[in-house]
């Protein structure tokens, strides 16, 4: 069965760095693509940014672009994002998503929600 | 940069009620349509894929048509468990993929 399982919630004070992980079961990690996801309290979904993890290709989102970091560990099947300073704008719910042909995002993690607060 | 404008934004409808969403792009945009549900509190799942494919498993009550820019995504019999927010995302080179803004969907 395929999965997504991602790390646990964060509350983080702005400036602090972070790191968050998306851990795929039951595929073949290094074959898809992995697309991030963010979702703001209350609002719709952003795409960030996707890996693959084959060879780490990665590309983001122009919204995105130099505001975080995709990254991919294919030994242990393991996608992440990060951010080196984090502002309160950056408060909301992050999610995994396998893409595959067609571009179409077809599992989810259950989402990690990310907290900065002062 | 292509434009997803989606409506509408929210709706009321009754249970067994036939309801339409559509999704409107600023260029043709060929079938690179995707639709998803989010029920509240959970990751948004896949519904139809390529503007008109049913996923896997997805209740046939579900349904999508549409190409080039104007897109339509259509619950044919509303039923309880349906309530949920909507969206529909695109697909363009570069790669670049949006979502439209949402469409939320209650029991009347």
């Known amino acids: 069965e395929v999965q997504l399982v991602q790390s646990g919630a964060e509350v983080k004070k702005p400036g602090e760095s972070l790191k968050i992980s998306c851990k795929g079961f039951g595929y073949s990690f290094t074959s898809y693509w992995i697309g991030w996801v963010r979702q703001m309290p209350g609002k719709g979904l952003e795409w960030m940014g996707i890996i693959y993890p084959g060879d780490s290709d990665t590309r983001y989102s122009p919204s995105f672009q130099g505001q975080v970091t995709i990254s991919a560990d294919k030994s242990i099947s393991t996608a992440y994002l990060q951010w080196s300073s984090l502002k309160a704008s950056d408060t909301a719910m992050y999610y995994c998503a396998r893409l595959i042909v067609g571009a179409k995002f077809d599992y989810w993690g259950q989402g990690t929600l990310v907290t900065v607060s002062s | 940069d292509i434009q997803m404008t989606q409506s509408p934004s929210s709706l009321s409808a009754s249970v067994g009620d036939r309801v339409t969403i559509t999704c409107q792009a600023s260029q043709d945009i060929s079938n690179y349509v995707n639709w998803y549900q989010q029920k509240p509190g959970k990751a948004p799942k896949l519904l139809i894929y390529d503007a008109s494919n049913l996923e896997t498993g997805v209740p046939s009550r579900f349904s999508g048509s549409g190409s080039g820019t104007d897109f339509t995504f259509t619950i044919s019999s509303l039923q309880p468990e349906d309530i949920a927010t909507y969206y529909c995302?695109?697909?363009?080179?570069?790669?670049?993929?949006?979502f439209g803004p949402g469409t939320k969907v209650d029991i009347k």
């Open positions: 995302q695109k697909y363009d080179t570069l790669p670049i993929f949006t």
